[in-house]
């Protein structure tokens, strides 16, 4: 494949950055790095800028027209989606245009394709992905939360955990069992939820880093109308296993990788004691942003995939495994590097980076359990990739 980007794509990199440089606030690069990903401001952001990519039909641009999107190629979703993690900008519409609106396009009725998929594309809804429980995180085809047709409607009892975005969400995609007596892969269906249905209770979950963005809903014989199934009955499992195909280079991973390395390196440039007292980290440093090239080549050689037909299927597990293991390298180096002070959190008016670099590692340890764990990625790479056994 060819990894150079043609002058068309680099232009739309240009005015991208262009717009978002215009709308964040100048010391948002340090800014951000520290502060809780649920404060206000950034909620204020994340619309703001929604709304403007939604304007130029950027924020769901590789969807087809007829949906609200341009038909863009899969390698200008990933110029999209790279530049927004880089530069840690909200508002890139969440699961809503990622998976949601996928899953509505291939497997909704021509109703709900024409009802939700141009107010995702337009940013008018706020989605949140009801997947997880307690017993089921990875594997998806483990859930337990029911769902019992009741004439017209279902009745849903269950709980959802470390669902993102909850209690900003109006709106939700809900995986149920539907027929407990079926083959696990079988028996699971999926439904659009009001998130202000009767029944429903949240409970945030705080994490390491000290924020709430996590949300434990808890599901108490809420009614969904029938209307609101998405595709067929019992088959939620598969649909939603293809709705991931839509774009998933973990691209966002090797350019917020890339922007902690340059920050670190600034920081050495800056402060030589640092590299005098811990002469290794040079090299750390050197280790780590070849790492980060290589996973750039492999994030993107996935959209360059999906655009010759060719489904990337372990090949999207690799760039998965090796991106949320080189966020925790990353964050390990930074602590090593920085020593005592980087165990300063967010507030201390001494810490590096705002308190940022504690913060990102902490975040880091979910890195490698969030959208399938480690575990899963190596064994979807073994029995896959290699052919090997289960």
């Excluded at 949140?128 to 769902?147: F, K, V």
């Excluded at 670190?264 to 090299?283: C, F, T, W």
């Excluded at 001494?350 to 899963?376: C, K, N």
């Amino acid at each position: 494949m060819d990894f150079d980007f043609s002058p068309s794509e680099e232009q739309f990199r240009a005015e991208l950055r262009q717009l978002l440089h215009a709308q964040l606030p100048s010391d948002w690069s340090t800014r951000s790095l520290a502060q809780a990903p649920d404060a206000e401001e950034r909620r204020a952001l994340a619309r703001t800028i929604s709304k403007q990519l939604a304007d130029r039909k950027w924020l769901a641009m590789a969807w087809p027209k007829e949906h609200g999107g341009l038909a863009a190629s899969y390698l200008e979703q990933l110029i999209f989606n790279e530049e927004l993690a880089y530069l840690d900008a909200p508002g890139n519409g969440g699961v809503g245009v990622s998976s949601v609106g996928p899953a509505i396009m291939m497997n909704g009725n021509e109703a709900q394709r024409r009802l939700y998929l141009p107010r995702i594309a337009n940013a008018d809804d706020v989605w949140c992905a009801l997947y997880s429980e307690p017993g089921a995180g990875s594997d998806l085809a483990s859930i337990q939360t029911r769902a019992v047709r009741d004439g017209d409607e279902y009745i849903v009892s269950g709980t959802k955990l470390w669902v993102a975005g909850a209690q900003e969400a109006n709106l939700g995609y809900l995986a149920a069992r539907t027929d407990p007596n079926a083959p696990k892969h079988r028996g699971i269906s999926t439904f659009v939820l009001p998130m202000d249905s009767a029944g429903i209770t949240m409970r945030p979950i705080a994490s390491m880093a000290g924020d709430s963005y996590l949300t434990e809903v808890h599901l108490d014989r809420v009614r969904i109308p029938a209307e609101n199934l998405v595709g067929v009955e019992n088959r939620g499992w598969y649909q939603l296993a293809r709705s991931l195909d839509f774009e998933r280079s973990s691209v966002a991973a090797y350019a917020g990788g890339k922007r902690n390395i340059e920050r670190l390196v600034n920081l050495a440039k800056e402060d030589g004691g640092l590299i005098e007292q811990h002469p290794s980290m040079r090299y750390a440093l050197a280790d780590r942003w070849i790492e980060m090239e290589v996973g750039f080549n492999i994030a993107y050689r996935i959209p360059w995939m999906q655009t010759q037909g060719i489904s990337p299927n372990y090949e999207a597990s690799v760039s998965k495994l090796y991106g949320s293991e080189l966020t925790q390298r990353i964050a390990g180096t930074g602590m090593q590097m920085l020593g005592y002070a980087g165990l300063l959190v967010p507030g201390s008016p001494l810490a590096p980076f705002g308190g940022g670099m504690a913060r990102s590692y902490l975040e880091s340890v979910g890195s490698t359990i969030a959208a399938g764990t480690s575990e899963v990625q190596r064994n979807i790479i073994a029995q896959r990739g290699l052919g090997l056994p289960r």
